[in-house]
């Protein structure tokens, strides 16, 4: 299977929202349950964000803000972003639920800043 590729950053100002798009085989998205990650400079990579059938799951910082959901179709993973702050500037990644090493792609930046 290809590598995940996550896109969608960007610059945005603080309160702002963003929609990051992942995009992989049909099989892995449809098969795995599938998680957002993200790493900040400096910092380990944490999860974000998870779908695994019908339920959702979420970081405690980003809960309330942050939305996941999968399109099967159209082989994408979506995380829409609203009420950004600084400290969500990282590069963000998508993978399976329980990540697997061949599938982590090069992420997609997000800065949030003035």
């Known amino acids: 299977e290809v590598q995940l590729q996550a896109s969608g950053g960007g610059l945005v100002q603080p309160g702002g929202s963003l929609r990051l798009s992942c995009v992989g085989s049909?099989?892995?998205?449809?098969?795995?349950?599938v998680a957002w990650f993200r790493q900040a400079p400096g910092k380990e990579r944490e999860g974000v964000s998870c779908?695994?059938?019908?339920?959702?799951y979420y970081l405690d910082s980003v809960k309330g803000r942050f939305t996941i959901s999968r399109d099967i179709a159209k082989n994408t993973i979506y995380l829409q972003m609203n009420s950004l702050r600084p400290d969500d500037t990282a590069v963000y990644y998508c993978?399976?639920?329980?990540?697997?090493?061949?599938?982590w792609g090069q992420g997609t930046q997000v800065t949030v800043s003035s």
């Open positions: 993978n399976t639920w329980r990540p697997l090493d061949n599938l």
């Open positions: 779908i695994y059938g019908g339920s959702t």
């Open positions: 049909r099989a892995t998205l449809n098969y795995y349950g």
